[in-house]
């Protein structure tokens, strides 16, 4: 099995699970270096890791044209949408051209997971439905996805692929890679921040547990319903009550015992902003009537007590020294 960006923040929950059973190789250029958890795996054995870009063709690539792998979850790209905005070529790079250079060269027989985005739907005042909620990126990095799964598309139908395609809600989990909001909250908290600045705090999300998407991976890796030639594609989310961004800063807040006051800072809203942004997990409940995916409360106080940050990102850090005056 490959996993491509094994070393990131979903990657290493999923890596841990199929290292338990299976051979695994992890292809991931460590922007964030690499993963403890990941790293203990390599060092027993369990897992090889190939530092590679995948955007830049390889002797991985012709691997996997030979077919070595049975299953391919594809996680790399480029996540942070600030990021995605500021150098949207190196996004593109990222996300469009490395899912292009592997799902162009994978045989029929190979098991390919493409992981998405439930950003590229439009927005929506309830829940999206695969099949049938408009699709309507709303930021680049959105925009490369939904270029992938179109991508993913046509391959499937021209060379016989059978394609699952990913669209998960809000992760989260401990190891967040990427100052996303949990991430934000969490570093000012522990920086001991006078007041707590966020951007809008009003929007609804439906955040999931790392390890939860991991166990519905692994489960839909096994079951793999899709025929030759289509793509079948499959929200991620837990189907619970969304949570706005304030209900989510207020519960870090007590948790972490402070007691300071939340402020939505211009500085820091979107351009724009979705309201709500929450998957329908109707389809993924019948392919898999066990799955019980954990409610924020559950989870929440393991991470604000360890949550093994890791965000310093050294392409960040390369572009901004390469382009000062860009």
């Given at each position: 099995?490959?996993?491509?960006?094994g070393?990131g923040?979903?990657?290493?929950?999923?890596?841990?699970r199929f290292?338990?059973t299976?051979r695994?190789?992890v292809?991931?250029?460590l922007?964030f270096g690499?993963?403890?958890?990941?790293?203990a795996?390599?060092?027993?054995?369990?897992v090889e890791?190939v530092k590679t870009?995948?955007a830049?063709l390889?002797?991985l690539h012709r691997?996997?044209?030979?077919g070595?792998?049975?299953a391919i979850?594809?996680?790399?790209?480029?996540?942070?949408i600030?990021?995605?905005?500021?150098?949207?070529?190196?996004?593109?790079q990222?996300n469009?051209?490395?899912?292009?250079?592997?799902v162009s060269?994978?045989?029929?027989?190979?098991?390919f997971v493409n992981?998405?985005t439930?950003?590229?739907?439009?927005?929506?005042?309830?829940?999206?439905?695969?099949e049938?909620?408009?699709?309507?990126a709303c930021?680049f990095?959105?925009?490369?996805k939904?270029h992938v799964?179109?991508?993913?598309q046509?391959?499937a139908?021209?060379?016989?692929?059978?394609i699952?395609?990913?669209?998960?809600?809000?992760?989260a989990?401990v190891?967040e890679t990427?100052?996303k909001?949990?991430?934000t909250?969490l570093q000012?908290?522990?920086?001991?921040?006078?007041a707590?600045e966020?951007?809008?705090?009003?929007?609804?999300r439906d955040?999931?547990?790392?390890?939860?998407?991991?166990?519905?991976?692994a489960?839909?890796v096994?079951?793999?319903?899709?025929?030759?030639?289509?793509?079948?594609?499959?929200?991620v989310?837990t189907?619970?009550?969304?949570v706005?961004?304030?209900?989510?800063?207020?519960?870090i807040?007590?948790?972490?015992g402070?007691?300071i006051e939340?402020?939505?800072?211009?500085s820091?809203?979107?351009?724009l902003?979705?309201e709500l942004?929450a998957v329908?997990?109707?389809k993924?409940r019948?392919?898999?009537?066990d799955?019980?995916?954990?409610?924020?409360?559950?989870w929440?106080?393991?991470?604000?007590?360890?949550p093994?940050?890791r965000?310093?990102?050294?392409l960040?850090?390369?572009?901004?020294?390469?382009?000062p005056d860009a």
């Amino acid at each position: 099995m490959l996993i491509t960006g094994g070393m990131g923040f979903i990657g290493t929950a999923i890596v841990k699970r199929f290292a338990a059973t299976d051979r695994v190789t992890v292809a991931d250029r460590l922007d964030f270096g690499t993963s403890p958890d990941v790293d203990a795996l390599c060092a027993n054995g369990s897992v090889e890791l190939v530092k590679t870009d995948l955007a830049e063709l390889s002797p991985l690539h012709r691997r996997v044209r030979e077919g070595e792998f049975e299953a391919i979850i594809h996680l790399a790209s480029l996540t942070h949408i600030p990021l995605c905005e500021e150098y949207p070529h190196i996004a593109y790079q990222s996300n469009v051209i490395s899912a292009l250079n592997l799902v162009s060269r994978i045989p029929g027989e190979c098991r390919f997971v493409n992981f998405s985005t439930s950003s590229v739907y439009a927005p929506e005042s309830r829940p999206h439905v695969e099949e049938a909620s408009p699709l309507g990126a709303c930021d680049f990095y959105g925009l490369t996805k939904k270029h992938v799964e179109d991508l993913a598309q046509y391959y499937a139908e021209r060379n016989g692929l059978r394609i699952l395609n990913i669209r998960p809600a809000n992760a989260a989990g401990v190891g967040e890679t990427n100052p996303k909001l949990l991430g934000t909250i969490l570093q000012q908290v522990g920086s001991g921040a006078p007041a707590l600045e966020l951007g809008s705090l009003t929007p609804r999300r439906d955040f999931i547990h790392v390890d939860d998407i991991a166990w519905a991976i692994a489960r839909l890796v096994d079951l793999w319903p899709i025929e030759r030639g289509r793509v079948e594609t499959v929200n991620v989310g837990t189907g619970h009550a969304p949570v706005s961004v304030e209900e989510v800063a207020r519960k870090i807040l007590a948790l972490a015992g402070r007691s300071i006051e939340i402020c939505s800072v211009a500085s820091r809203r979107r351009r724009l902003e979705r309201e709500l942004l929450a998957v329908d997990v109707t389809k993924l409940r019948r392919l898999l009537p066990d799955y019980r995916p954990r409610r924020v409360d559950e989870w929440l106080p393991a991470v604000v007590r360890d949550p093994r940050l890791r965000v310093e990102n050294r392409l960040e850090q390369e572009l901004k020294e390469r382009t000062p005056d860009a």
